[in-house]
């Protein structure tokens, strides 16, 4: 059975995933922005999932989180499920965090980073971005930065299984009542990739939806672009990704 770190997962799509994950047999390790928010998890936990506690937010905490579970052991994949939709930590949550923990973290054969359909309308525009929270980038842009993270790590670790989901528009607090996707087809895909021999599983720098794979934003797969936001946010937290 796998051993998969799935990050956000206190609710939404991060927890159905770590729920199924972890009914099917696998070992999970959840996380939760803060200690409060942990025990919205409580009931995994109680099941055998490992808690981890660190606000995406602040990178210093995310930083510590990397450690955490680097002394938990080796990883077979890790979901970066963990986002927001606005806000000052738009920016921090939805590519920096995915960044350094992509990083820091030991490496694992199977990533798999949340996208949105919404990253086609995403800017490629790097320069003068501060990366603790720029209110002038949206989150069509952030998504845009971590699929382009997700084909990046792809062509950079040629050992590494990297995809990128768009889950759709699904009703969870973040989606929203008036969400129009199936809630189950929101999580199925990434515990798929994670766990799946199936061939098509078995493959990397896909952007996905729904089981079938896509055609992303021509930024996504352009070295160029990969390169310069990687050089982005090695700047910004001092980490570089090798």
Avoid: C
């Amino acid at each position: 059975m796998a051993r998969i770190f799935v990050t956000g997962s206190s609710d939404g799509l991060g927890k159905m995933a770590a729920d199924v994950l972890l009914r099917d047999g696998h070992r999970i390790i959840v996380h939760a922005r803060s200690g409060k928010r942990l025990k919205a998890v409580r009931d995994l936990i109680d099941r055998g999932a490992v808690g981890v506690v660190g606000d995406l937010a602040v990178l210093a905490q995310v930083r510590d989180l990397a450690t955490e579970v680097n002394e938990l052991g080796g990883l077979d994949a890790v979901i970066h499920n963990a986002g927001v939709s606005k806000g000052p930590a738009l920016v921090p949550v939805n590519i920096v965090a995915p960044y350094v923990l992509t990083a820091l973290i030991r490496r694992a054969p199977r990533l798999i980073y949340l996208s949105s359909s919404m990253h086609t309308g995403g800017r490629t525009r790097l320069r003068g971005i501060d990366w603790d929270g720029d209110p002038t980038v949206t989150y069509s842009d952030t998504k845009l930065f971590v699929t382009a993270l997700s084909a990046a790590v792809a062509r950079l670790w040629p050992d590494v299984m990297s995809n990128a989901v768009d889950p759709g528009w699904v009703p969870t607090k973040m989606g929203g009542p008036h969400a129009s996707d199936d809630l189950d087809l929101g999580h199925l895909t990434q515990e798929w990739l994670a766990t799946s021999d199936d061939s098509q599983a078995l493959t990397s720098g896909g952007y996905w939806r729904h089981q079938t794979r896509r055609r992303p934003h021509p930024a996504v797969t352009d070295a160029q672009f990969q390169n310069e936001l990687l050089d982005a946010l090695a700047h910004h937290t001092g980490v570089v990704l090798k």
